[in-house]
């Protein structure tokens, strides 16, 4: 094959650093990876280029040769290196009477390979000859966990299936929505040995008929009914983990608050921590009145 910029392969610049280069290559690696792609032979052809590439731009070592000889790598230090071999052969030829010399066995040794580019095999090894074969790490995975406020009221284990595989995983209690987590080796298969991968799991947080979260503390608006805020009393108000008693003052006014300590979301990797419950009252009028409580209401507006 022809001559490749792996930075171009990548879609950055020549100025580009580990970090930038570390990115690119995961977000095309992802894209036209082999599993994602089982039929699409330029998706893998690429797939092998954007590796070619990785292996040489994310060594400073190889970086530096393929800054260095670039697109004229067949004038660099190999080629270098075999023109002055051949000249001291000729040499000790000429010295012993022999005949010839030259280059006509230069470039015939195992320079060949259908997955790597010329300029890969001839200066970092190749692929089924006497040059070592590369190793890949295996593709990073994403994986997206939906749950509700209650899966995640306390940690609890539970059996996901990614890429065809089975992993069981503990879920801490109080993981925020659209947090992400890494579960390290659990990826893609490394190549020619390479590393495994690792495995991104996003969790999505359904909202809840019920309650509003802000970070650990939950929000609810409970109604109240006119003669229990007037007089006080007495009512049961839901919380994420069951029902508790709440007690109303006298006189409550419409839209106050009440906090539950203690009573909202755990918080996250803070054992026995817990956020609060806020409670709204919604005062409801009552309605459908008989003449009786009508006029009660207004002995009451009189007095």
Do not use: C
């Not at 020549?14 to 977000?27: G, H």
């Not at 994602?36 to 292996?55: S, W």
């Not at 195992?110 to 006497?130: A, E, I, P, T, V």
């Not at 970070?215 to 508790?244: C, F, Q």
């Amino acid at each position: 094959m022809a001559f490749i910029d792996y930075y171009q392969t990548l879609g950055v610049a020549k100025t580009a650093t580990e970090k930038d280069i570390k990115a690119a290559y995961r977000k095309l690696a992802r894209k036209y990876h082999p599993d994602l792609n089982p039929n699409d032979t330029e998706a893998h052809k690429k797939f092998q280029q954007l590796n070619e590439a990785n292996e040489v731009l994310s060594d400073p070592a190889k970086r530096k040769k393929f800054d260095q000889y670039g697109e004229n790598w067949q004038h660099g230090e190999e080629y270098e290196r075999a023109q002055q071999q051949a000249r001291q052969q000729q040499s000790r030829q000429q010295g012993y009477g022999g005949q010839g010399g030259g280059f006509e066995n230069f470039g015939a040794g195992n320079f060949g390979g259908d997955d790597f580019s010329d300029f890969f095999q001839s200066m970092f090894g190749q692929k089924g000859g006497g040059g070592r074969q590369a190793k890949y790490r295996g593709q990073d995975l994403n994986a997206e966990l939906q749950l509700n406020l209650t899966d995640i009221s306390e940690s609890r284990k539970q059996t996901i299936t990614v890429n065809g595989k089975q992993l069981r995983l503990t879920i801490p209690a109080g993981i925020e929505n659209g947090q992400t987590i890494k579960i390290a080796g659990q990826g893609g298969p490394g190549t020619n040995g390479g590393p495994a991968g690792d495995l991104y799991i996003k969790f999505s947080i359904a909202d809840d008929p019920r309650f509003k979260r802000k970070g650990s503390d939950l929000y609810n608006t409970i109604k109240l009914d006119l003669y229990t805020a007037v007089l006080g009393g007495e009512i049961t108000a839901d919380t994420l983990t069951g029902k508790v008693k709440v007690k109303v003052k006298s006189e409550t006014q419409n839209g106050a608050k009440v906090k539950l300590k203690g009573k909202g979301m755990p918080v996250y990797k803070k054992d026995g921590e817990f956020g609060d419950l806020y409670l709204t009252y919604d005062i409801q009028m009552p309605t459908n009145l008989t003449a009786q409580q009508k006029q009660l209401f207004e002995e009451l507006a009189k007095s």
